[in-house]
Each structure stands twice: as C-alpha cells, then as structure tokens.
C-alpha cells in the first residue's frame, strides 16, 4: 500500500469521524512541517506554534483535501502560507542567528567529529543568515527545492503558481544570494549548499 493512499484512508478515515485517524497523519509529518516552519521563521517556538496551526488549519479544512494529491504537499503548502502570514505581519524584522540550524537531511547519516560539527554548525549558520535576507517568496522557494527536493512542478503546485515562475524566484533568490556572499568575500552559495 503507497503512502499516498494510505494517507488518503486517514483523511477519509477522519472525516467519517474517527478521533484517532488525524493523529496518524500528524505523527507522519510532525517533522517535515515543523523543519519547514523553523526554516522559514528561524526562531524554534513560533515555529512550533505554526506547525501546530498548520495542522490545526489543515484538520478544519480537511474536507477541502483533493485525495488524489500528496497530503504532504497539501500540509506542506498550509504550513508555507502560514509562515508568509506570519513574516509578513512581522514585517521583516531581522531575525536572530542565536539558535543553531537542524541539520539538513544529508547530514544526519553519520555522527560528525567536534570538528566537523563546529563546520556544519558555521556552515549552517552562514546560509540561514543568508535565508533570512530574502523574501519569505524567495526563502520559501528555496526551502522547498534545497531542504525537500521537491520539483519545480510540486513547488508550483504548492504555491499555486507556475513552474516557470517557480524557475523564476529561484534564480532571482540564487543571484541574491550570490550577491550577498560576494559582498560578504564568502564562498559561492552552491558551495554553502552542497555543505549543509
């Protein structure tokens, strides 16, 4: 059985008011909401308490899921607005490098050496302050080519826009930082990238 259609069962399930049904889904995607909400808003407790309105929204509008997409992406997608919502009423205040990054999926196969660590953690710190910069459009883009891997088609599909715009933001968010790691004498952003 895909997961596709076993999150399906699970969304039907709770809609036929099955109490336990949801919880299932929210132990599926506990994590990726909230690695997407902490990218996005840097800052751990207001990115729980928007994961937990991610799927707070996401159960009161469930009877709006088209069963025949990914509930992640659907649960991805509430989550993202969401977060835009959020910087937006903050109105871009710069945020806070204090807090160290989680590690990108890449990383977590093997245990680093404190060397390594303390280059992962820098690295990290360096491309999160360099997120921070960018338009919560631009940075969300970003997040979900760089940290999800999804494609320019699921992007677009999440955001409700094109895959050409979708190309679009990228490169604009790519030049920028670029732009700024030139201004700051660091090393390229794709160099940044392949280390976090």
Not at 145 to 157: M, V
Request: contains cysteine; proline residues 5%; hydrophobic residues 40%.
């Amino acid at each position: 059985m895909s997961q596709e259609f076993d999150d399906s069962l699970w969304a039907q399930r709770t809609l036929a008011g099955d109490p336990q049904a949801f919880g299932e889904l929210v132990l599926r995607y506990e994590r990726d909401v909230f690695n997407l909400t902490y990218r996005m808003l840097n800052d751990r407790g207001e990115a729980e308490d928007a994961a937990q309105e991610a799927f707070l929204r996401a159960y009161a509008n469930l009877d709006r899921y088209d069963q025949s997409r990914p509930f992640k992406t659907w649960l991805l997608s509430i989550a993202s607005n969401h977060c835009i919502d959020r910087l937006r009423r903050r109105r871009l205040i710069w945020l806070s490098l204090e807090e160290t990054l989680p590690p990108h999926p890449a990383l977590t196969s093997d245990t680093p050496g404190p060397e390594e660590a303390a280059l992962t953690n820098e690295r990290n710190l360096l491309v999160q302050g360099l997120l921070d910069e960018l338009s919560p459009e631009y940075r969300l883009a970003v997040v979900l080519r760089y940290w999800y891997d999804l494609s320019y088609a699921e992007i677009a599909e999440m955001l409700d826009t094109t895959e050409s715009a979708i190309k679009s933001r990228l490169f604009r968010a790519r030049q920028a930082l670029a732009d700024q790691l030139e201004s700051q004498s660091l090393p390229s952003f794709d160099a940044a990238m392949e280390g976090s």
